[in-house]
């Protein structure tokens, strides 16, 4: 079963910066196209930052862009999202998610477009 497994999470004070980090044990990330999602408690999951398999494409929500960059690193079979100048409202459970998407032109940001899901990690922002 294909699993995808985020780290990097923890308590930061605003203004303080985290990478997230998004692994595949078990298949090659190399034709997916990756989303990072975000849930607060008592909202819906939102679309934070996606790439395209390739790399040359990348979209950002418009409340992270200027401060989170997303990137991957095939190599390492690995994709961060890394987060500057966070703010409280940046609070809350970070999930990756992949789709095959080999010679997609463009990422998408919406949550159904996905179906490789990974468990989550925990981002606090508070002072």
């Known amino acids: 079963q294909l699993q995808l497994v985020e780290s990097g999470g923890g308590l930061v004070q605003p203004g303080g910066s985290l990478r997230l980090s998004c692994a595949a044990p078990g298949f090659t990330l190399d034709y997916y196209v990756i989303g990072w999602f975000r849930q607060a408690p008592g909202k819906e999951r939102e679309g934070v930052s996606c790439?395209?398999?390739?790399?040359?494409?990348?979209i950002h929500a418009d409340s992270v862009k200027g401060r989170f960059t997303i990137s991957r690193d095939n190599a390492k079979n690995t994709v961060y999202l890394q987060m500057n100048s966070l703010k409280p409202e940046d609070t809350g459970i970070y999930y990756c998610?992949?789709?095959?998407?080999?010679?997609?032109?463009?990422?998408?940001?919406?949550?159904?477009?996905?179906?490789?899901w990974g468990r989550g990690t925990q981002v606090t922002v508070s002072s």
């Open positions: 790439i395209t398999s390739s790399g040359g494409n990348t």
């Open positions: 998610a992949a789709t095959h998407g080999r010679g997609f032109r463009r990422c998408m940001l919406l949550p159904q477009e996905y179906n490789v």
